[in-house]
């Protein structure tokens, strides 16, 4: 186990030598404390988009579901005849220059694991630079858009937004509630008092916290023909192995065992690159992975390898209230 994997257990299962951190968390509690005062004061440089800006991100360090709440926003806003932009850091992305408009056809190292599966997915123009303002006015450039969604960027306040929608994961919550490094806080819990909407994933129904959100498994694609699969496809008791090189691994494995199938867990550090040999698993079972790793690896991968596609699906009350506020930034769409 990594030291990054030590360190993020004890963040949700708690150990006595976190303490040690105590110096290193008030200093940056402080940092990003006073970050959001100047951007609440008006102070310092953040740009204004001529169209709604709605970030999507999180308070806690790893996987929380953004990208799967993304595609879902973007389909959602197409269905009301709105025109959508995407902007990403793109984590791990190596492009000749930045801004970068990502395409499906490049590769994730030149685009990114994660903005590449959403333009796969949705042929959403999408714009990776980790100075996100510069991003948009790119993306604003390029073509005409109704409105932009920001993949990640809840702490980037140089980017003016209209719309804060927080992720949570259900089951592992706010870990032991501290600010890194002596927790998994991006920023204090008390910021979520001030963001628009949190989305409770794992979460069976709403609750004061925040709306339930859950993935669901709705096919099994194999990557090399891309051919669907049902679900059923294996049946149930089929011990395979599962790779998962995502923020919470473990959530990917549960699913598959709610699918009455045996996954043998590969664990991978997010945003991992791949090669066939780390893939190469005694004894020979079938494979499958998530729809992240699976940009990643289409390229080499033999036949007979898939990925699980999941889906949003929020409660009915956040829809609900997101289409009030669409109603809201864009009367003239409503």
Same mark, same amino acid.
């Given at each position: 186990?990594?030291?990054?994997?030590?360190?993020?257990?004890?963040?949700?299962?708690?150990?006595?030598? /976190?303490?040690?951190?105590?110096?290193?968390?008030?200093?940056?509690?402080?940092?990003?404390?006073?970050?959001?005062?100047?951007?609440?004061? +008006?102070?310092?440089?953040?740009?204004?988009?001529?169209?709604?800006?709605?970030? &999507?991100?999180?308070?806690?360090?790893?996987?929380?579901?953004?990208?799967?709440?993304?595609?879902?926003?973007?389909?959602?806003?197409?269905?009301?005849?709105?025109?959508? +932009?995407?902007?990403?850091?793109?984590?791990?992305?190596?492009?000749?220059?930045?801004?970068?408009?990502?395409?499906?056809?490049?590769?994730?190292?030149?685009?990114?694991?994660?903005?590449?599966?959403?333009?796969?997915?949705?042929?959403?123009?999408?714009?990776?630079?980790?100075?996100?303002?510069?991003?948009?006015?790119?993306?604003?450039?390029?073509?005409?858009?109704?409105?932009?969604?920001?993949?990640?960027?809840?702490?980037?306040?140089?980017?003016?937004?209209?719309?804060?929608?927080?992720?949570?994961?259900?089951?592992?919550?706010?870990?032991?509630?501290?600010?890194?490094?002596?927790?998994?806080?991006?920023?204090?819990?008390?910021?979520?008092?001030?963001?628009?909407?949190?989305?409770?994933?794992?979460?069976?129904?709403?609750?004061?916290?925040?709306?339930?959100?859950?993935?669901?498994?709705?096919? /099994?694609?194999?990557?090399?023909?891309?051919?669907?699969?049902?679900?059923?496809?294996?049946?149930?008791?089929?011990? /395979?192995?599962?790779?998962?090189?995502? +923020?919470?691994?473990?959530?990917?494995?549960?699913?598959?065992?709610?699918?009455?199938?045996?996954?043998?867990?590969?664990?991978?550090?997010?945003?991992?690159?791949?090669?066939?040999?780390?893939?190469?698993?005694?004894?020979?079972?079938?494979?499958?992975?998530?729809?992240?790793?699976?940009?990643?690896?289409?390229?080499?991968?033999?036949?007979?390898?898939?990925?699980?596609?999941?889906?949003?699906?929020?409660?009915?009350?956040? &829809?609900?209230?997101?289409?009030?506020?669409?109603?809201?930034?864009?009367?003239?769409?409503?």
């Amino acid at each position: 186990m990594s030291f990054a994997e030590r360190l993020q257990r004890a963040w949700y299962r708690g150990h006595p030598a /976190l303490h040690l951190l105590a110096p290193l968390e008030a200093l940056y509690r402080a940092v990003v404390e006073r970050k959001r005062r100047r951007f609440l004061a +008006g102070q310092g440089d953040s740009y204004r988009a001529p169209v709604p800006v709605i970030v &999507v991100g999180n308070i806690t360090v790893g996987g929380t579901g953004k990208t799967p709440l993304i595609l879902w926003l973007i389909e959602h806003c197409r269905a009301r005849g709105l025109r959508v +932009g995407v902007v990403s850091r793109g984590y791990g992305a190596t492009p000749p220059t930045v801004p970068w408009r990502v395409r499906a056809e490049q590769a994730a190292s030149e685009a990114g694991d994660e903005p590449l599966l959403i333009v796969q997915r949705t042929a959403v123009p999408l714009m990776i630079d980790p100075d996100r303002a510069r991003a948009v006015r790119a993306l604003l450039a390029s073509e005409p858009l109704d409105l932009i969604l920001s993949d990640d960027g809840l702490q980037h306040y140089r980017l003016a937004r209209d719309l804060e929608l927080v992720l949570i994961d259900a089951a592992r919550g706010l870990g032991n509630r501290r600010c890194l490094p002596a927790g998994p806080l991006r920023e204090p819990a008390e910021r979520l008092r001030t963001v628009d909407a949190v989305l409770l994933n794992g979460a069976q129904a709403d609750a004061p916290e925040g709306y339930a959100f859950r993935l669901r498994p709705s096919a /099994l694609i194999e990557l090399h023909s891309g051919e669907h699969w049902p679900l059923d496809h294996f049946p149930p008791g089929q011990r /395979l192995h599962a790779v998962a090189g995502i +923020g919470n691994p473990q959530r990917f494995f549960s699913t598959l065992e709610a699918l009455h199938w045996r996954p043998i867990p590969h664990a991978f550090a997010d945003h991992a690159a791949y090669s066939t040999q780390q893939l190469q698993f005694a004894p020979e079972l079938p494979l499958v992975m998530t729809e992240k790793d699976a940009v990643k690896c289409r390229a080499f991968a033999p036949p007979g390898w898939s990925y699980l596609q999941v889906e949003a699906a929020p409660s009915a009350a956040f &829809v609900t209230w997101f289409d009030e506020q669409l109603a809201r930034l864009l009367p003239a769409h409503s």
